[in-house]
């Protein structure tokens, strides 16, 4: 017993092949987004990049404190990345791998600490950011 394609179609109104969905987040979701954007700033700029280009239109929060995330956290993860590049280099190589290890260490208690305070509903600023991101 064959099927033929057409019986599989989309329902009315389905969601079928939209990436993230398109309605608004409620109010928890959308603190629950932004929160997820700060504290993942342990693993560097990715997640908070994730977050804001897959979720910004959809919350108004989640927008805002994701911007606010990849802001912060995009020039300590590249000065990390370089120097760590340059640890293979000998005599000064161990010296910058300490400084690249001492940046991810600020970098992620700033990030649980800006996440905890997002997490409650208050918007969080850090405060030295250079927010290229408009």
Known sequence: MSQNWQDHREPQGGRLGKVGGSEPFTASE?????TL???GGILGCVPSLLVYLCF???GPFTAQESKEALNFTLPPTLAA???NLFSFI???GVYLAVVATLIW?????LSVTAGIEVNRGQPFRYRF?????K
């Open 90 to 92: 000998p005599v000064i």
């Open 105 to 109: 260490v600020g970098l992620a208690i």
């Open 81 to 83: 990345l370089v120097l």
């Open 30 to 34: 959308d603190r629950q987004w932004a």
């Open 129 to 133: 950011n250079l927010r290229w991101i």
């Open 37 to 39: 954007a700060h504290f």
């Open 56 to 58: 910004k239109d959809r």
